[in-house]
């Protein structure tokens, strides 16, 4: 009985080293706190049930473990980060879009609210700023919220 309980130990902690490593991949709270109980536990168990060799070899495995799996997670913070920073540097239509506040252009369609209006030669999707806006009716830009272009009708 004696190898299949510390089979059970061993199963319990691998169990619980493998949901460790798979937070670091997939955050969350709940899979690492699970791992991180199911490791203590095993460690808990093989000195508990008498097996205080492997319980001291489950310590010097977690205690080793603990820079790879920090070393894994800084990595995959890292990327992480890149891809905000790269993100953040990138130029796209919101950009293009902000050059259009204050210029007044045509309706192209019926506004209520969203709809399409031309602006020299750009066509921009629009969302009107309260009122539905009939097609061909003149309208300006009034606000620019990342890729949202506000328009008010122009009345003349």
Same mark, same amino acid.
């Given at each position: %009985?004696?190898?299949? =309980?510390? %089979?059970?130990?061993?199963?319990?902690?691998?169990?619980?080293? =493998?949901?460790?490593?798979?937070?670091? /991949?997939?955050?969350?709270? &709940?899979?690492?706190? /699970?791992?991180? =109980?199911?490791? $203590?536990? =095993?460690?808990?168990?093989? /000195?508990? @049930?008498?097996?205080?060799?492997?319980? *001291?070899?489950?310590?010097?495995?977690?205690?080793?473990? &603990?820079?790879? &799996?920090?070393? %894994?997670?800084?990595?995959?913070?890292?990327?992480?980060?890149? %891809?905000?920073? @790269?993100?953040?540097?990138?130029?796209?239509?919101?950009?293009?879009?902000?050059?259009?506040?204050?210029?007044?252009?045509?309706?192209?369609?019926?506004?209520?609210?969203?709809?399409?209006?031309? /602006?020299?030669?750009?066509?921009?999707?629009?969302?009107?700023?309260?009122?539905? *806006?009939?097609?061909?009716?003149?309208?300006?830009? &009034?606000?620019?919220?990342?890729?949202?272009? $506000?328009?008010?009708?122009?009345?003349?």
């Amino acid at each position: %009985m004696s190898g299949i =309980a510390q %089979m059970g130990i061993v199963v319990l902690y691998v169990f619980g080293m =493998a949901l460790v490593v798979v937070e670091v /991949f997939l955050p969350g709270v &709940i899979l690492g706190l /699970f791992g991180l =109980a199911c490791v $203590v536990g =095993a460690i808990w168990l093989a /000195f508990a @049930t008498g097996y205080t060799p492997l319980g *001291i070899v489950l310590v010097g495995l977690t205690v080793l473990s &603990i820079p790879v &799996i920090v070393w %894994m997670w800084l990595r995959v913070i890292n990327r992480v980060l890149v %891809m905000k920073t @790269t993100e953040k540097d990138a130029t796209g239509a919101a950009v293009e879009h902000k050059t259009l506040v204050g210029q007044e252009g045509v309706a192209l369609t019926q506004l209520r609210p969203a709809g399409v209006a031309r /602006f020299g030669d750009t066509k921009v999707d629009v969302v009107s700023e309260g009122p539905v *806006i009939e097609r061909d009716a003149r309208v300006k830009v &009034i606000e620019v919220r990342g890729n949202r272009v $506000v328009v008010r009708e122009v009345r003349r």
